[in-house]
């Protein structure tokens, strides 16, 4: 089975910096993305980003031009860092993957998730 080993997260005041990591091991899909979800009680989970195998990457619009997703040359540990941070990024962030890539970065296509990380961003 694919597990998701998930770090990073903390407090940060508004307008700092985090950054979170993913790690995946197990991985026997040829293609496949990684990246994160978050989620603030009472609302749907959002994708946030992802990138592919063949490094194409999704990004949410509320986190365009703030967050740059990576990965290292194994595609299997990807890096999300979080600049300009905004009290609304507060949430649970969950590291997941699929098996058809980032175009394609919604919850009922993750084939697995790791556990959650809090970010919270203060005022």
């Known amino acids: 089975d694919v597990q998701l080993q998930a770090s990073g997260g903390g407090l940060v005041q508004a307008g700092g910096s985090l950054r979170l990591s993913c790690s995946a091991s197990g991985v026997t899909f040829d293609e496949f993305a990684i990246g994160w979800f978050r989620q603030v009680p009472g609302k749907e989970r959002e994708g946030v980003s992802a990138i592919s195998t063949d490094d194409s990457a999704f990004y949410s619009d509320s986190v365009k031009g703030r967050f740059t997703i990576s990965s290292d040359t194994a595609k299997t540990t990807a890096y999300l860092q979080m600049n300009n941070l905004k009290p609304d990024d507060t949430a649970v962030y969950y590291c997941?993957?699929?098996?058809?890539?980032?175009?394609?970065?919604?919850?009922?296509?993750?084939?697995?998730w790791g556990r959650g990380t809090l970010v919270t961003v203060s005022s």
């Open positions: 997941a993957i699929n098996e058809v890539g980032s175009d394609y970065w919604i919850d009922t296509l993750v084939a697995y």
